[in-house]
């Protein structure tokens, strides 16, 4: 079982950045990717936003890319998404997710945090 805990979102100016964090406790068999996941306002759906994999490759969905850095402190335990500069439309719910298996015969799960709260506005 995993625990994750976001923090970091806020109201900032366009232009301006932002590090979220991702607190993990708990433990897992095996990480497949930790991922950053945001959620605008009047949308149901989640959008993947940055990949982390295991094997250290990291994606980044086009919008932004070269903005955006996904990156982990093993040793926290802690995933962070780098966002500079911000725009407009970043304004979402921002959530993390680890994506693993919680033992060797066990199918893939995903964990979620509570999310955090990003405003992009002048």
């Known amino acids: 079982q995993v625990r994750l805990v976001e923090s970091g979102g806020g109201l900032v100016q366009p232009g301006g950045s932002l590090r979220l964090s991702c607190a993990a406790s708990?433990?897992?068999?095996?990480?497949?990717?930790r991922n950053w996941y945001r959620q605008a306002p009047g949308s149901q759906e989640r959008e993947l936003v940055a990949?982390?994999?295991?094997?250290?490759?990291?994606n980044y969905e086009h919008a932004v890319k070269g903005r955006f850095t996904i990156s982990t402190d093993n040793a926290k335990n802690t995933l962070y998404l780098e966002m500079n500069p911000l725009k407009h439309e970043d304004t979402a719910v921002y959530y993390c997710n680890v994506r693993g298996y919680d033992n060797p015969d066990a199918s893939f799960r995903d964990y979620w945090g509570q999310g955090t709260q990003v405003i992009v506005s002048s």
């Open positions: 990949t982390l994999s295991s094997d250290g490759g990291s």
């Open positions: 708990g433990s897992i068999f095996r990480i497949i990717a």
